[in-house]
């Protein structure tokens, strides 16, 4: 997969042909009832994003966003608007070279049907097409968590790329949300999630060690003005330190511009330096954000305790 | 804590029960504690209790608390570094054991990685009574690292709160802190039954506590962690005498004084009922023979002192 060219007019085709805009609801544009064996995670072995004429330095990005719920909004943000902003300002600023993007749906392994839903590695048109045969199950809620975890197990153990293989890169991971992330994976929600036999529950330090040897990952936490929006980003703030950050719900319109300044930060840019370009409405309101991100590059090396 | 190396072989000693002496496992030397051995042991004693106070300068007293932590530095078969920041140190039969800020980390010694494995295969197959779960895997290990170590030892790092710190730490308690600290191990002994498990090192370095909000854990050792009536014969009985010889060994008098009722001593020095269900259930009752029944004191406020928006008066 990932070979093509993302182009603008297949997105206004694409636009035309499934009638999105942003008077469409989520269950308008996710229309699926139950998810595509295609996309189950269980029912996935691996996802490649391989080199290709088109593609020949492939940097794998990965976008999981939380489908528990009434997080039908964010699906919805990623569909009709940030995934088509996202990949073209990557692009347009070169954040990273030759992008190609899967979509994750996350839901929650201890209550959900579809707990992880995962599309294809894909240059073009069909990483948004692909988004849309997703099912929002807005299973999850009222267990201290969701499981963004299982993005973290499936990148890391179920992902083949060529930007590793072949030159040690890393790809990056976005994982998207409103809530904690359950503490560990146990050998059930392995197995049910991923049809996979472990020995040992695997705990999200664990996860994220082993994930970062091939993936810079980072979470946006999405603040919703209630008590435990600074509890809940300070817990993502302790796990992820440097590699978090907020988003106001109210600002989700700018989620493309916040995960691409993040890429360039991740690239070497100043925060100042990613922002530049930007109007200056849509700097001011992702600056706070963006102030978060702190890239230390002996993430990997040592490791303390 | 400081760490004593025998002045014979200069390995690490292990300290006794009552913290006054310590002990090398390599060539038997013992080593009665001097006063400057008790003074840190005070000193670091007041400065945690200081830490777990919640007022506004805390924040800064738990740093300063672990400015002094000393350091040891590991190399993974992978060129990865660990570091480790600790404050109490011990040499156990299978590993050495560093207690750091937020995690325990085990160095297995040469020979003993299945010993590393079967902590992790131990702590993964807890389970937890569907209704309570969070709550009651918050006192057991989460394993946060696992690596091979470039001696190709293994090296297992375990979760901890901050505010927690192993028993022996505490030196001598008195009866209504043993109390609470039985009520902990009591309900760990019940989880322990649920799964059908017996941890026969329940102990003053393998419980840790958080003296705050009166929460005990039972971290340490899951190597020896086997299923009931398995290989050595192991039963609920075991769990269940751990607990007492550890809480009888945490106790500040045996004589019968207000602090220290009868009905506390009795517990202490009784055997142990048929399960960890029937003996929190005995405890359960010498628990108000001890202390009496839990009062309910009206207080003089009503709910509008209490409820309303700030500024309301």
Redesign the interface.
């Known amino acids: 997969m990932g070979r093509g060219s993302y182009r603008a007019t297949d997105w206004a085709a694409l636009r035309t042909s499934r009638k999105l805009s942003g008077d469409s609801t989520a269950v308008q544009i996710f229309d699926s009832k139950a998810a595509n064996n295609s996309v189950r995670s269980n029912l996935v072995k691996t996802r490649e994003a391989r080199d290709n004429e088109d593609s020949p330095k492939s940097t794998p990005v990965i976008i999981g966003f939380d489908v528990t719920a009434s997080m039908g909004y964010l699906a919805k943000e990623i569909a009709t608007n940030a995934l088509n902003n996202m990949i073209t300002t990557i692009l347009s600023k070169n954040a990273v070279t030759n992008p190609q993007v899967l979509c994750a749906a996350i839901g929650d392994v201890k209550s959900d049907r579809y707990p992880l839903q995962v599309t294809q590695f894909e240059s073009d048109i069909r990483m948004v097409s692909q988004l849309m045969t997703l099912c929002l199950e807005g299973g999850g809620g009222g ?2 968590g969701e499981s963004y975890n299982l993005l973290w197990y499936f990148a890391s153990r179920h992902t083949v790329t060529d930007c590793y293989e072949k030159r040690k890169g890393k790809g990056l991971i976005f994982s998207i949300g409103d809530d904690k992330c359950h ?2 994976l ?2 059930n929600d392995i197995f049910n999630a991923f049809a996979d036999n472990v ?3 695997v ?1 999200n ?2 996860l994220i ?1 082993e994930v970062s040897a091939k993936y810079d990952i980072f979470h946006l936490y999405i603040e919703n003005d209630t008590v435990s929006d600074k509890e809940v980003f300070r817990y993502w703030n302790d796990l992820l330190p440097g590699r978090s950050c907020p988003i106001h719900k109210k600002d989700i319109s700018l989620l493309s511009d916040l995960i691409v300044a993040i890429m360039l930060v991740n690239g070497g840019m100043t925060q100042n330096q990613a922002l530049q370009g930007m109007n200056q409405d849509t700097a001011e309101r992702i600056a706070r954000s963006l102030s978060f991100i702190e890239i230390k590059k002996t993430y ?6 | 804590m400081r760490n004593l190396n025998c002045k014979n072989c200069g390995s690490a000693m292990i300290y006794d029960v009552s913290s006054m002496m310590a002990h090398c496992r390599f060539c038997g030397t013992s080593y009665v504690l001097d006063h400057k051995d008790t003074d840190y042991f005070k000193t670091f004693y007041r400065q945690m209790i200081e830490s777990s106070s919640k007022d506004e300068d805390r924040k800064q007293r738990d740093d300063s608390l672990w400015e002094n932590a000393d350091t040891m530095s590991f190399t993974t078969q992978e060129g990865q570094v660990i570091e480790l920041k600790y404050l109490h140190f011990y040499s156990d039969k299978c590993a050495d054991v560093f207690v750091t800020r937020r995690n325990i980390a085990f160095h297995f010694r040469a020979g003993m990685n299945d010993q590393a494995e079967h902590f992790r295969r131990m702590v993964s197959s807890l389970d937890y009574p569907s209704a309570d779960t969070r709550a009651l895997s918050d006192f057991f290990p989460r394993v946060t690292g696992a690596f091979v170590l470039d001696d190709g030892t293994s090296l297992l790092v375990i979760n901890k709160r901050e505010e927690e710190y192993p028993l022996r730490l505490f030196g001598k308690l008195g009866g209504r802190h043993i109390a609470w600290i039985i009520s902990r191990l009591e309900n760990l002994c019940c989880v322990l039954e649920y799964n059908g498990l017996v941890h026969p090192e329940i102990d003053l370095d393998t419980v840790y506590i958080n003296p705050g909000n009166h929460t005990a854990c039972l971290y340490c050792n899951w190597w020896s962690v086997e299923r009931k009536n398995s290989e050595h014969m192991l039963t609920s009985a075991d769990n269940l005498k751990g607990l007492r010889k550890t809480v009888k060994a945490l106790l500040e008098t045996e004589e019968v004084t207000p602090d220290t009722p009868q009905a506390l001593l009795d517990f202490i020095n009784s055997e142990p009922k048929f399960d960890a269900y029937e003996d929190f259930a005995y405890w359960d009752d010498l628990l108000i023979k001890a202390f009496g029944e839990r009062k309910f004191i009206k207080m003089d406020t009503e709910d509008s002192d209490i409820y309303g928006k700030q500024g309301d008066s």
């Open positions: 267990n201290g503490p560990e146990t050998r020995p040992y529950t705990s330090e664990e060690r990997n090396n040592i490791i303390s305790f």
